[in-house]
């Protein structure tokens, strides 16, 4: 036997290399799978066992990896990237608390205010009903600043009525027609409105130029009015209701033609250059609107039981101290009044306390020398008591 194998190694060994080589290439054939007779891509049923077999070992690899993967990227979304979470949520909370401060203290101005108003018999101006229209047209001029509505008469619309955006006043109609309208903005040269500066409560006349700015010009000069203070209507000129945002300053300077005014520019809110829709204010009235006064009277409410737990916290502080300090009540009596010999006693109590004896007095001690009522001009003062004998 050994004989065989050895005369016949070289063969031997060719044919078990043909024989792996016959193996590897059947292993390599596509294995037909039920996908092949349904209709598919050829290609998509061509799958090979070695592929399957090195699929099978290499997905539960790839499966524990992912999962590790996406229990890390969960322990770092989870604790290490909201690390500063608790310390975001108590500066949110605090704001919150803040803001329903604010809340509270505008409600009870609002609420102060509208007493006032009726105390006074002032009447605001509320807006109750709008007409929203398209810009259709403008004038074609650059001088002019007009635009032409898609709303007209028949529509509500009448002549001087105001005109704003979401973002503020925008102008009035001036020219109404059944089925359009003329808008004139409020930076046209002829056209101007009543406003009042917000911080400094100082009324203003604003007027547009030929440039298409807008400008405060009947003003002198004074120390209150800032850049960046905010302009509203006035409701001065009988057309925009009070507390439309106009806009806000952005320069001052004083005006050489005409001193000692100064010229105020003002940047309007609204983008006069870009208006798309509008709105027309058709009907205002002196009652806030319904929804309106919903909203105010849930912030009385809101602003009277803040200040109702406001006062039970003060009062259940004071019995707090008051129970905690029970000698500040004791000695009083019950009616509130003290004889003459208690109060004279509570005074020597609280008296300075008397110094003690000296040791060896002299005549700067204490009680020694005589009160000065009791001395005569040109006597002697009497002798010095005499030191006790040394023991």
Do not use: C
């Amino acid at each position: 036997m050994e004989s065989f194998f050895t005369r016949f190694k070289n063969p031997l060994v060719l044919i078990v290399i043909v024989l792996l080589q016959v193996i590897a290439l059947a292993v390599q054939l596509p294995a037909r799978t039920a996908v092949a007779t349904i209709g598919s891509q050829p290609d998509g049923a061509k799958i090979t066992l070695l592929r399957r077999w090195t699929t099978a070992i290499v997905t539960p690899v790839e499966r524990l990896l992912h999962g590790s993967g996406e229990a890390v990227r969960g322990a770092w979304a989870n604790y290490v990237y909201l690390r500063g979470t608790r310390e975001e949520n108590a500066a949110l909370k605090s704001q919150v608390a803040r803001l329903r401060e604010e809340q509270a203290a505008f409600a009870e101005d609002a609420a102060q205010g509208r007493r006032l108003q009726q105390l006074l018999a002032f009447k605001e101006q509320y807006i109750t009903s709008t007409v929203a229209a398209q810009v259709i047209g403008t004038s074609g001029s650059d001088r002019s600043r007009m635009l032409t509505l898609d709303k007209g008469s028949a529509d509500g619309l009448k002549p001087e009525q105001a005109v704003m955006t979401p973002d503020g006043a925008v102008g009035k109609l001036r020219d109404v027609f059944p089925h359009s309208a003329q808008l004139l903005l409020l930076n046209d040269a002829s056209s101007g409105a009543g406003v009042i500066l917000v911080s400094s409560r100082i009324r203003a006349i604003l007027r547009g130029t030929a440039t298409g700015e807008m400008e405060i010009d009947n003003l002198t000069a004074d120390s209150r009015i800032k850049v960046g203070e905010k302009v509203v209507t006035s409701g001065g000129d009988m057309v925009f209701p009070r507390g439309i945002p106009v806009g806000e300053i952005t320069s001052i300077q004083p005006d050489p033609k005409h001193q000692p005014y100064t010229t105020i520019k003002v940047r309007p809110w609204a983008n006069l250059w870009r208006l798309e829709e509008v709105l027309a204010i058709t009907g205002t009235s002196t009652a806030l609107p319904p929804l309106a006064a919903q909203d105010a009277a849930t912030a009385e409410a809101t602003a009277d039981a803040t200040a109702a737990a406001q006062a039970e916290a003060n009062k259940r502080a004071a019995d707090l101290v008051a129970e905690k300090l029970p000698s500040l009540h004791e000695d009083e009596p019950a009616d509130g009044t003290e004889s003459a010999a208690d109060l004279a006693q509570k005074t020597a109590s609280q008296a300075v306390p008397k110094p003690k004896p000296a040791v060896r007095p002299d005549k700067y001690s204490s009680g020694v020398t005589p009160p000065a009522a009791d001395l005569q001009p040109g006597a002697k003062a009497p002798a010095e008591a005499a030191p006790p004998p040394s023991q």
